[in-house]
């Protein structure tokens, strides 16, 4: 039933995007501007994503083989079609009632009332494939339909779903978070974009830590750690607060001592190196919190993240984040301590990259962040990850971890209790009860 873990996902998605428009609907209403080019951007992912692609796979596998296997899915499926149907039509309007807010704000309240409905019949739309459609599927479908079904939605070199369109997804969502307002997004005025991957398989062990452990006075807050994380792998560690997570990372660069076992790093054993000489071997970290120097402009933050790399390489670096966070370019002159909180975390992510890391370290980084950017955090790593880049992500929104990583390790006061895949520790249900809320 991949399927229908790839649907959840999706709708997760979509479901950020309808809590997005109401948002910034309700700051219309109180006098705010139309921004067209966000609202364009969105209609496009919508566009794209949805009426194209996720209502054609879910019509064409998961609801034609239902409506065989049941005879109540009629009752159901008949109406989610026909909204399937009368999305683009929907969207089309919306479209039209943006252009005449260019007029003048007099139709500004049209706009907004239509946003309102169509944000409305979305949410009811997810809500009645969770709660009917699902349920459904998983008692009247056979083994055999599940196989075609996961098959179709799995396919990498599907044109509409496979690997290159989510790609093109990703992007179409970067623009969005880029251009949505400051109180939700970025407040970019210009979109951005994530550079294409070029990934390829898994290599050989970058990271191997034995052993493990790390006291605060008396007290040991890790209890003999092993894991190893392999080169081009995104590899996620999860657990509540408490668990010892961040201090985990900070043993691992090197700011908390490490009271017994082995850290060994692209086949070097680093256990006694500095912080600023594990740095230099290529661990970069976007700590906990974001931890920007405030005072200090973003293009000296960012600098400061180059600090033990060629000067000749820095611009061209500095560069590329731009590219990536364009809001940082627009914002570079001004100190750190004035932008958002999303903002603030595009900037450490961009920090850290700035020290071209073989390891790139994420310490909470959907932390306190609008539901808008949490999903364009995850789409930003995704797309590093993509590029092969090799990823070690330690967050409390389990879910979202696990479900973009490649393996993943659930820490418990101190201790591992379990590993696996991504996909095998979402679907045990030790981890669901504990840390995904099912």
Request: charged fraction near 25%; charge should be negative; include cysteine.
């Amino acid at each position: 039933m991949e399927s229908l873990r790839i649907i959840t996902e999706e709708h997760q998605n979509l479901w950020r995007i309808a809590t997005t428009l109401d948002l910034v609907a309700d700051e219309i209403d109180q006098g705010g501007k139309v921004e067209a080019p966000f609202f364009s951007s969105v209609f496009d992912y919508i566009e794209q994503f949805m009426d194209r692609s996720h209502h054609a796979k879910e019509d064409e596998f998961l609801f034609r083989l239902l409506r065989q296997r049941s005879a109540e899915a009629a009752n159901v499926l008949d109406r989610l079609q026909a909204e399937h149907r009368n999305g683009p039509e929907l969207l089309r309007d919306l479209r039209a009632k943006l252009t005449a807010t260019a007029g003048n704000g007099e139709h500004n309240a049209a706009f907004t009332a239509a946003l309102r409905n169509y944000t409305q019949g979305l949410k009811g739309h997810i809500r009645s494939e969770e709660k009917d459609a699902m349920p459904l599927a998983r008692e009247a479908l056979t083994a055999d339909d599940w196989a075609e079904i996961d098959k179709a939605f799995l396919d990498n070199d599907d044109p509409l779903f496979g690997g290159k369109a989510r790609a093109e997804f990703r992007e179409l969502f970067h623009r969005i978070a880029s251009l949505a307002p400051e109180s939700i997004g970025l407040g970019a005025h210009s979109a951005g974009s994530l550079q294409p991957g070029t990934a390829t398989g898994k290599g050989d062990v970058l990271l191997s830590v034995k052993g493990m452990e790390s006291c605060y006075g008396r007290i040991k807050a890790l209890k003999g750690i092993d894991l190893e994380v392999r080169k081009g792998e995104l590899v996620a560690l999860v657990g509540a607060n408490g668990a010892g997570k961040t201090t985990f990372l900070r043993t691992l660069s090197g700011v908390q001592p490490m009271s017994a076992g082995q850290i060994t790093f692209d086949g070097e054993d680093i256990s006694k190196l500095r912080s600023d000489l594990r740095m230099r071997r290529g661990i970069c970290q976007s700590p906990e919190g974001r931890q920007v120097f405030g005072p200090l402009s973003i293009e000296d933050n960012l600098r400061l993240g180059a600090y033990t790399q060629p000067k000749g390489q820095v611009d061209g670096d500095m560069e590329k984040v731009f590219s990536m966070f364009p809001i940082l370019k627009e914002k570079r002159a001004l100190p750190a301590g004035t932008l958002s909180g999303g903002q603030q975390q595009m900037l450490a992510i961009g920090r850290a990259l700035m020290g071209r890391p073989k390891m790139l370290l994420l310490d909470e980084p959907s932390m306190g962040l609008a539901p808008l950017l949490v999903e364009e955090v995850f789409n930003v790593v995704k797309a590093l990850k993509a590029q092969g880049m090799t990823i070690f992500l330690v967050e409390q929104n389990a879910f979202a971890a696990l479900a973009i990583a490649d393996r993943g390790y659930v820490l418990e006061t101190g201790s591992i209790t379990l590993t696996g895949t991504g996909q095998e520790l979402i679907s045990n249900e030790q981890v669901r009860a504990a840390y995904l809320g099912m």
